[in-house]
């Protein structure tokens, strides 16, 4: 007879083999009852008489696995014998056979881990699966995306759509970027990842805002994901520069640079409208705005108020590119004389008649903006120069310069040493059809309109060879082109106003003007007052 004992069903068996003949019957009932006896205690595991063997299938311990399809797994032991088996999952024991069918739950890694007991013998074996998608199974790509600049300096909007057919249900959407470059599926995990959004089966579109590095280049890529973990393509990632903040410091000031307090300020910036008034010192600074802000900005001035009359200024369109600060120099009003009608008794009609500030003249003069000298008084030049009458014409023309200079209060002109180092540059030629003439020298004006950029250099040429012009006529006449060299690059139209700067002589030094009109004083000192380029149409008659 012979026995074999093994595991089935948790409990040892017993087979008997009976050999042939009569005198073996006592013998082996004897053992029968002594058997019966010793195997009275079922829960006996019986320990193995060497050392047990335990393999494991499949023999890899690393293995992939595309969901959604499973994965056998046996534990053996030899020699045979009672042993125990627990097959563990995620924390729990999910079964007990000598084999297992492992069925994946999620996308990603798992791990499948065996525990064996065989008497006193414990053995562990793990296996690590990394599951993953199948093309077919994923969830559609992400579409309707798109970067918006925020309301905010440095916010970026984002939009996307939502994710309908998904084969398995969706749990969320993954929201990651990247400042270095694109965000793609090969660079994911480089990503920063900025927000897991709930799938939420009602919403549409999807809108989210995030704070950005300012100034930065920022790429962009949302990917879909399902209840099992499956994550959508990405066949493009966005790309936008996130907005910085600038803010604007508004300087309003008289006609001598003096601080106006209590001047109303209304500005507008990406349709949001705003209102301040200018405190003692003139000075409001207003923003933070984004880089990208159009900014439309105007005084509201209460004409006859305790601090002036003056013409209202408005900008439409003040962006980061022209700067942080703004200085606004209010032109009061002074009038114009009555009787040159062409004005309608306002200056500042006068103004950029005189100052050719009216007009766009395509190329030639492309703004009306303002350009003069970047600094004065202005160095002139004379020659010394005798007439054939002996007349001083260098002591005329440095009369005329004088008269300039008591008129106007300050001064505009000083005398220079040499030709070199002289903004303006005197010569008495002898001219046929002019009494004077004023040339740019640099830039040349074969290249610039007169008036359309800064002026360098000049030249005045005043008529010697005509003798019958006394020296009042050549003052005046110095006076006159000087008033050019100023920025009064047009004549006066009107013949009976007294004005210098007529055609033809209309003024007299002795008059109660002293030869510069009132007008053209104020003209001459607003030019040199007002910032170098202001755009004289932002100066509002009403």
């Not at 074996?125 to 440095?154: K, R």
């Not at 160095?379 to 310069?401: A, C, H, M, Q, W």
Request: hydrophobic content about 35%; proline content about 6%; glycine content about 8%.
């Amino acid at each position: 007879m012979k026995q074999k004992t093994y595991k089935g069903n948790n409990e040892p068996r017993i087979v008997w083999a009976f050999g042939v003949g009569a005198g073996m019957l006592t013998i082996c009932l004897l053992a029968v009852l002594t058997l019966l006896a010793g195997c009275s205690d079922s829960s006996d595991i019986t320990t193995p008489d060497q050392e047990p063997q335990f393999s494991y299938l499949p023999e890899a311990e690393n293995l992939a696995l595309e969901f959604p399809n499973k994965q056998f797994f046996r534990v053996t032991v030899s020699p045979d014998g009672d042993y125990s088996v627990n097959w563990v999952v995620q924390g729990q024991v999910v079964g007990n056979e000598d084999t297992f069918n492992y069925s994946p739950n999620l996308v990603g890694l798992d791990t499948v881990r065996v525990v064996t007991n065989y008497g006193d013998h414990t053995d562990e074996h793990e296996w690590v699966i990394t599951v993953s998608s199948t093309a077919d199974d994923i969830p559609p790509e992400v579409t309707g995306l798109a970067l918006e600049d925020g309301l905010e300096p440095g916010i970026l909007s984002l939009r996307w759509g939502s994710v309908p057919g998904s084969i398995y249900p969706m749990q969320d959407y993954l929201v990651a970027m990247r400042y270095d470059g694109p965000v793609s599926i090969e660079d994911w995990d480089n990503a920063t990842l900025l927000e897991v959004v709930p799938h939420d089966q009602s919403v549409i579109q999807y809108a989210r805002n995030y704070p950005l590095d300012p100034g930065m280049d920022v790429w962009f890529g949302v990917r879909a994901r399902d209840e099992v973990g499956q994550m959508s393509d990405i066949s493009r990632s966005y790309r936008h520069t996130v907005t910085y903040p600038w803010t604007l410091g508004i300087t309003v000031k008289d006609e001598w640079g003096e601080p106006v307090p209590l001047v109303i300020l209304k500005w507008t910036a990406n349709g949001v409208a705003y209102s301040g008034n200018t405190p003692t010192d003139g000075f409001l600074e207003i923003g933070p705005f984004r880089n990208i802000d159009e900014i439309s900005l105007e005084t509201q001035i209460n004409h006859g108020g305790f601090f002036g009359e003056f013409y209202d200024f408005k900008d439409p369109a003040i962006s980061d590119a022209d700067g942080m600060d703004l200085d606004i120099i209010l032109i009061p009003r002074f009038g114009s004389d009555e009787t040159c009608p062409d004005f309608g008794g306002e200056f500042l009609e006068y103004f950029r008649y005189m100052t050719g500030t009216d007009t766009i003249f395509d190329d030639l003069r492309p703004d009306n903006c303002l350009w003069k000298w970047d600094s004065y008084p202005l160095r002139v030049y004379l020659p010394e120069f005798t007439r054939g009458d002996d007349l001083n014409l260098k002591e005329v023309s440095l009369d005329g310069i004088q008269t300039w200079n008591s008129l106007m209060g300050e001064d505009y002109f000083i005398i220079a040493e040499s030709e070199a180092e002289a903004d303006v540059v005197l010569s008495f030629p002898a001219m046929v059809n002019d009494f004077g003439l004023v040339t740019w020298l640099e830039p040349s004006d074969e290249e610039y309109f007169i008036g359309s950029t800064v002026p360098e250099k000049m030249k005045v040429e005043i008529d010697s060879s005509r003798e019958q012009s006394g020296a009042e006529f050549i003052q005046i006449t110095v006076m006159h082109e000087l008033g050019h060299v100023l920025g009064a690059y047009r004549h006066a139209p009107c013949s009976n106003s007294d004005y210098l700067m007529y055609v033809a002589v209309s003024s007299d030094l002795d008059d109660e003007n002293g030869g510069i009109h009132p007008d053209e004083r104020n003209l001459v000192h607003m030019i040199r007052h007002l910032p170098q380029g202001v755009d004289m149409s932002h100066y509002l008659l009403d």
